[in-house]
T-cell receptor, first 116, second 117 residues
């Protein structure tokens, strides 16, 4: 049973336009969400996070939106740059689940290609 | 400063052989995690070490998998009698255990790609 779902395996966007990556989750205990970015042959690197007490968090060109009622979050990148081309993973944790609250549950990832 | 390092970067082994994968966390990080990513899948949690506490082994898929962390630093993940379904990228991460929860940013190594023939 996949608790974090990224239904789009890939996305292509023109340079300068907005990239929107989507993520859905099923576990209502999740209350902290993260996006990681991964280049080939490298480990994932932390990009941005959001707590369930917020509905938006912004960091430069990257904004994460959280819709708790829909159990949906999205990552917006604007403007998109060729260097943003990578696999993006959505992850979630349940901070107050006691043991295991440090565990991150990851989606399968979305491969973003930004076309120059 | 140095990030998380893992060795080897690639490992090809025959079914039934044992393998050891190594992780050097960021200096000063007391928390260490192992994940694996099978083809087309997300990262799957395997095991968690925090300081001198007993590790959380709840993610290990079978008793063929074990891990240890010596001196609170370097960790070794051992897979005995490897099977073809063990083929995956094995990723190690470390973090400062500020909260001991998912809010502690995890820094990942480049991974070890294991191929079992």
């Amino acid at each position: 049973d996949q608790q974090v779902k990224q239904n789009s395996p890939s996305l292509s966007v023109q340079e300068g336009r907005i990239s929107i990556l989507n993520c859905d989750y099923t576990n209502s205990m999740f209350d902290y969400f993260l996006w990681y970015k991964k280049y080939p042959a490298e480990g994932p690197t932390f990009l941005i996070s959001i707590s369930s007490i917020k509905d938006k968090n912004e960091d430069g060109r990257f904004t994460v939106f959280l819709n708790k009622s829909a159990k949906h979050l999205s990552l917006h990148i604007v403007p998109s740059q060729p260097g943003d081309s990578a696999v993006y993973f959505c992850a979630a944790s349940a901070r107050y689940s006691g043991a295991g609250s440090y565990q991150l549950t990851f989606g399968k990832g979305t491969k973003l290609s930004v076309i120059p | 400063g140095a990030g998380v390092s893992q060795s080897p970067s690639n490992k090809v082994t025959e079914k039934g052989k044992d393998v050891e994968l190594r992780c050097d966390p960021i200096s000063g990080h007391t928390a260490l995690y192992w994940y694996r990513q099978s083809l087309g899948q997300g990262l799957e949690f395997l095991i968690y070490f925090q300081g001198n506490s007993a590790p959380d082994k709840s993610g290990l898929p079978s008793d063929r998998f074990s891990a240890e962390r010596t001196g609170g630093s370097v960790s070794t993940l051992t897979i005995q009698r490897t099977q073809q379904e063990d083929s995956a990228v094995y990723l190690c991460a470390s973090s400062l255990a500020i909260t001991g929860r998912g809010t502690d940013t995890q820094y990942f190594g480049p991974g070890t790609r294991l191929t079992v023939l």
